[in-house]
């Protein structure tokens, strides 16, 4: 069925049934990408044309080559110009999403028994690497390190993979489970990806870190595939981190 086979109904339901009635309706809705706007709540934005998601699929494209491909030039600007970039990122994909951004937040009782298990799986994941020799390369007593662990890592990170490069992904590969599968895939790329740049000493924990965080992401985006919400991949992310620092204690 085609997005105008789609519309027609509800453009009818508003009693505008003369083709010139409507005209004006098609070219305001088409011309602002705000086709859904007629369409039912229950339809997901990402099915209907629109040329925002075009844009945004630009931006996530130059986000993609500047994060790994140009990682040290992005470092020398300084230790945090590689979060500033992804908040301007992730601020401008809200402002393309416009009201429906708030949709993505919403937290249910199955999210808050997840992330029990969560919390669980970080716990034993920190543990697991003790056992089995994994060096951690960060203090975790520190305080800017666990301001990055439990509050930056988990809102950024989520924002940035379950939403800014979910929705474009989604969009161009029309089937949710492939943004699933393909998030999951850069976010887990995401931290094996520092491997290039830092001591050898490091690369064991480097791949251990690749592994699990494979695993964190699919549950991570579960949330975002079934329930569309953001809030509840930042729960579950949260809740791992959180048992992973406890683990440490």
């Not at 105008?4 to 005209?23: A, M, S």
């Not at 629109?50 to 931006?59: E, T």
């Not at 993505?104 to 970080?122: D, E, H, N, Q």
């Not at 949710?176 to 999951?184: E, H, L």
């Amino acid at each position: 069925m085609s997005l105008f086979q789609t519309i027609e109904p509800r453009v009818k339901g508003l009693g505008f049934n003369h083709d010139l009635c409507r005209i004006p309706i098609w070219t305001r809705c088409l011309y602002n990408g705000r086709v859904g706007a007629i369409m039912s709540d229950h339809s997901s934005p990402l099915k209907v044309f629109d040329n925002r998601l075009a844009f945004w699929s630009l931006l996530a494209c130059i986000y993609l080559i500047i994060r790994f491909a140009f990682t040290q030039w992005l470092d020398t600007l300084g230790a945090y110009a590689s979060y500033g970039f992804e908040v301007v990122d992730v601020s401008i994909a809200g402002f393309l999403a416009g009201h429906t951004f708030l949709k993505y937040f919403k937290i249910t009782r199955p999210m808050l028994i997840c992330s029990v298990g969560s919390l669980i799986a970080g716990f034993a994941i920190f543990r697991i690497a003790g056992f089995a020799g994994i060096q951690i390369p960060f203090d975790l007593r520190g305080t800017e390190t666990l301001m990055f662990l439990l509050l930056v890592a988990p809102i950024l990170e989520e924002l940035i993979f379950r939403f800014f490069l979910w929705q474009p992904i989604e969009w161009l590969g029309r089937k949710p489970i492939i943004a699933w599968v393909v998030t999951s895939l850069m976010f887990s790329y995401s931290h094996l990806h520092s491997i290039w740049f830092v001591p050898k000493e490091i690369h064991t924990f480097i791949v251990y870190q690749t592994i699990y965080t494979l695993f964190l992401g699919l549950a991570c985006g579960f949330f975002i595939f079934r329930n569309k919400s953001v809030a509840g991949a930042i729960l579950i992310h949260f809740a791992f981190n959180l048992g992973f620092y406890l683990g440490s204690l």
